[in-house]
């Protein structure tokens, strides 16, 4: 017996049709249009109705901080999975900067280890690099791993990669997808350093998009995709927070074929240098949170494929980890629970339509990485998706929160949108508030 999703809005590859879907097993075996005859089915397998709403792929978010091993006081892979879930995401792929950082194969297989025994989303883990261990990297299966990670700044502690050789390797060697964190460290301690000698410890946060500023986010995305042209290697640059970064990207290729790529987060999309009056160190991220006329490029760079997927970059810290003086308050925020209906905001506000949605945080990321089998809405693909309520009003509250580290840049923020349920693998694993925490989610593959 499977599982009938029916009368349901449902958004996938450009369009946007009355339908309902059959789930067997962990697959969609059929998509039926609302013409069609389901009566039969409908005797054959339990029937949930979705009254008119819609139904998106599940995202899928390649960038994420979920803090396991070493850094548990903050997150784990169980707690953030099941706030990604009930945001709609059905699978993450995580940063190597835990502790130990993951810069060894049986490091790396530790993660997913914990993945398997605990994530109730899907999941993947970027293996990280160092000024010295591109042997290592060199030996990660690109079937299993969804990339290699290279801090190329120091906004994550030991793993900045400043050596130019050790790049030059690295490009011309790894046959996997490289993605970067790109801004200068050179830069932002010559910034720094002014900023301190005026200020001292004490400077204030509307500072931070001129220590972390655009030059230095410029000038190390340019010299990554130098070298990725230099080497013709696959290159993804993580989170652009610069209108002049988008001048560095292409649009003339369909994606499938590009080999340089580019996300952008929800908070670039979201906030701008107006809301640390207000937000403070909560909206603190690496690369900073910049000018109102950057987010709305960043925006157009989107719609026109300049940019091609939307991730969050969730990096979950303590109240007393953000409250510190400037140079010492941490930098990232949770936001897998808010990503999708942030951007269903976007859609209410006329910015962004609900096909395009769906193309950026499910469909790219698959093209992108070479998911098999996930992130579009298929016959035979994992049965992976999101129901939303486009009319369901609702606030952020600590009441509400799953992250373990108990705050939200959103609190106090209302949405108009609310994620009803959310399938992983064909299994209701978020239904309306309630959780099934001993579902676990599994290893995706890539078509390499």
């Known amino acids: 017996m499977g599982i009938l999703l029916k009368n349901a809005q449902i958004v996938n590859e450009g369009k946007i049709f009355k339908g309902h879907i059959l789930i067997k097993g962990e697959r969609i075996a059929k998509i039926f249009t609302i013409e069609d005859d389901i009566s039969e089915i409908e005797k054959e397998n339990d029937t949930i109705n979705i009254h008119n709403n819609y139904i998106l792929p599940g995202v899928i978010d390649d960038q994420v901080h979920f803090r396991e091993p070493g850094l548990t006081h903050k997150a784990t892979i169980h707690t953030e999975s099941i706030a990604a879930v009930a945001g709609g995401i059905t699978s993450f792929m995580e940063m190597p900067n835990t502790i130990p950082n993951a810069l060894t194969q049986k490091l790396l297989q530790d993660k997913y280890d914990i993945a398997e025994k605990t994530s109730l989303a899907n999941y993947s883990f970027y293996m990280g690099v160092s000024n010295d261990n591109i042997d290592e990297v060199l030996k990660t299966n690109p079937t299993t791993v969804c990339g290699v990670k290279v801090f190329m700044g120091a906004s994550t502690g030991n793993m900045l990669v400043d050596n130019q050789k050790t790049l030059i390797e690295l490009f011309s060697k790894c046959q996997l997808l490289i993605a970067a964190h790109c801004e200068d460290e050179t830069t ?23 220590i972390r500023s655009e030059e230095a986010c410029y000038k190390s ?28 990207l292409d649009n003339t290729i369909p994606l499938k074929e590009k080999r340089i790529t580019a996300e952008v987060c929800i908070h670039h999309l979201w906030f701008s240098d107006e809301d640390y009056e207000t937000k403070g160190a ?18 157009h760079g989107l719609l026109v494929d300049k940019i091609d997927v939307i991730a969050t970059d969730h990096a979950p810290h303590t109240v007393e980890e953000k409250l510190r003086t400037y140079f010492n308050a941490a930098s990232g925020g949770p936001m897998v629970q808010h990503a999708l209906v942030t951007m269903l905001e976007l859609y209410h506000n006329g910015k962004i339509s609900l096909e395009k949605i769906a193309e950026k945080m499910s ?78 989610g599994k290893r995706m593959s890539f078509d390499y």
């Open 221 to 248: 995305s340019a010299n990554a995709i130098a070298l990725a042209k230099k080497f013709n290697t696959r290159f993804h640059l993580f989170h652009l927070s610069t209108a002049k970064e988008i001048n560095l």
């Open 282 to 299: 909560f909206i603190k991220w690496n690369p900073a949170v910049k000018k109102a006329s950057d987010r709305a490029a960043l925006l």
């Open 363 to 440: 469909h790219a990321v698959t093209d992108c990485f070479k998911i098999v089998d996930r992130g579009y809405l298929r016959e035979g693909y994992f049965a992976d998706l999101v129901v939303v309520d486009l009319g369901n009003p609702w606030t952020v509250e600590k009441e509400n929160l799953l992250y373990k580290c108990g705050w939200s840049p959103m609190e106090g923020q209302t949405f108009k949108s609310k994620v009803m349920q959310t399938f992983v693998n064909g299994h209701l694993v978020y239904n309306m508030g309630a959780i099934d925490e001993d579902f676990r």
């Open 188 to 210: 932002i301690r010559n910034n720094s350093a002014i900023y301190r000698e005026r200020y001292g410890e004490d400077v204030p946060i509307s500072y931070h998009p001129e």
